[in-house]
Structures are given as structure tokens and as C-alpha cells.
């Protein structure tokens, strides 16, 4: 096990504490559910009954248990026991059984093309993304589909906001930027959506003003970010992103570059 990943897991293995990161956007959200949730059931529905893989143990309560999604088989992998032990103990609110493995991310134990679906939500941005892409693209079944919510990190102003609160994150955390997105159309068909604009900046104000997340204002900046995605560059500022890639073929040839599908 490298450096990179023995930090990681000790971070998580004692608890890292991100309420305080979490709580500054805890508003932005609160309208998100709809439009999210729309998306992640149109990439799940081809593989319904299906093999599916996470990469974490929390994100199936909300993916798969809460969407109802049809699943064969769901297997949650994780650096931590601690996180692990936080997914096992989410089995009481539900009927689904996951398979919780202590696994590294990087090195999965699987065979090749033996899932139709590997997801996370903010998970690549702490893995060497070369590496765990060529696992996630190994283990796919052709026309398999990854699915994954990361930080996206076009945004200057974002760039500088993580610059000045590194203890928010771990060490090694990266997220998204042109190389990295690059190595994501290089196994992939590509899908962005962006995800919170308007809504982050509106998010602390709100919080300010009110105590309910579903208000005017948050309201007012999610319909805004519906319009501002449409903007020519815009798609580059938004602070995080639901990322869709589907598996191609040995016969298939990529149809659009990467780079292309973020203007």
C-alpha cells in the first residue's frame, strides 16, 4: 500500500472531520434531489438487476436504497474499516444487503468485466485518477456505466477557497481540472452535468437569512443555474459536477473528445 493511501486511510480511520465544510454548503442543495435524482435513474435503468460496485459504503443509501434501484448484486468497497463499519451500520434502515469489503481503490479484487455499474460521490478526487480509472474501466462490462459526483475545479474562485482552507481536505485531494478530465475521455464516453453555481454562492447568505434550505433565495439561484449552464465556459465554473461515462466496445471508437463536452 503507497504513502498516498496509507494517508488517506489513516484520515478516515480517525474520523476526519468535514462538518464544517459541509455545513458552509449545506444550503445549495436543497433543490438539487429532482434534477439529481432524474439523472442518476436514466444511467442506472439499462442495468437494472445488475451488478453494481461502490467505490465508499455510504452512497447507496441514497443511490440505490432511497431511488429504489433494482440491483442483483452491490458491493461497497472502502480504504477505512471505520467507514465500513458506518455502511454495516446503515443495514438496519433497510432491506438491501450490501458485500462491505476493506478494499484499496486502486488494486480492486475483482475480475475483469464482471460489473454493469461502478459509482461514488466524492471519492475520485482522493484516488491517483489514472490508476483508479483503468480499475473502473477493467472491471466494467463493455457498455458498463460509471457514475460519479465530484468537485470540479475550473472555478478560480473555487481554486482559491481550497487553497485557503487545507484543512478542510486531505492531503492528496484533487479535484477535477483539465488533466484530470482528460483521463476520464481517454476510457470513457463522457457525460458532465454541472451541479451548483449560483446555488454555492447563495448558499451561506442563506444560511444567514434562513433556517428552512428550501427558501426564496435558494430556490431563485437553482433556477438560475439551470439557465447559466446553458452559458458558453459557464459549465467550467460550477463547483461540482455529476459525472456519466459509459464503457465503450473494443470496436467502438470514441465520438467526442473529452475537452469538447465541457464548452
Not at 459541509?22 to 434531489?33: I, K, L
Not at 442506472?44 to 451488478?51: C, E, I, L, V
Not at 484533487?174 to 449560483?198: S, T
Amino acid at each position: 500500500m503507497d504513502e498516498r493511501v496509507l494517508r488517506e486511510q489513516e484520515a478516515w480511520d480517525e474520523g476526519f472531520d468535514r462538518t464544517g465544510f459541509e455545513a458552509v454548503w449545506s444550503h445549495a442543495g436543497a433543490y438539487w434531489d429532482e434534477e439529481v435524482d432524474a439523472l442518476l435513474k436514466a444511467a442506472f435503468a439499462p442495468h437494472a438487476d445488475g451488478r453494481f460496485l461502490e467505490i465508499g459504503s455510504a452512497t447507496w443509501q441514497s443511490w440505490v436504497h432511497r431511488l429504489g434501484t433494482p440491483v442483483k448484486d452491490l458491493v461497497c468497497i472502502n480504504i477505512s474499516q471505520t467507514e465500513i463499519d458506518n455502511g454495516r451500520a446503515a443495514l438496519t434502515a433497510t432491506t438491501i444487503q450490501p458485500d462491505f469489503q476493506l478494499m484499496d481503490a486502486h488494486d480492486l479484487g475483482f475480475d475483469d468485466e464482471s460489473f454493469d455499474v461502478v459509482f461514488g460521490k466524492a471519492i475520485l478526487h482522493h484516488l491517483d485518477y489514472a490508476v483508479a480509472l483503468d480499475e473502473i474501466a477493467r472491471i466494467l462490462k463493455p457498455g458498463g456505466t460509471m457514475v460519479f459526483m465530484e468537485p470540479l475545479d475550473f472555478n478560480p474562485v473555487m481554486k482559491l477557497v481550497r487553497h485557503l482552507t487545507p484543512a478542510l481536505r486531505t492531503p492528496d485531494e484533487k479535484p477535477i481540472d483539465h488533466p484530470q478530465w482528460r483521463l476520464f475521455g481517454e476510457r470513457f464516453d463522457m457525460q458532465l452535468h454541472p451541479i451548483q453555481l449560483a446555488a454555492a454562492a447563495a448558499s451561506p447568505v442563506s444560511q444567514k437569512l434562513f433556517a428552512n434550505p428550501q427558501n426564496p433565495l435558494t430556490r431563485a439561484a437553482w433556477g438560475l443555474d439551470r439557465h447559466l449552464r446553458s452559458v458558453p465556459g459557464l459549465r467550467l465554473w460550477f463547483r461540482s459536477g455529476l459525472i456519466v461515462g459509459r464503457k465503450r466496445a473494443d470496436s467502438e471508437k470514441q465520438t467526442l473528445t473529452a475537452d469538447s463536452l465541457l464548452h
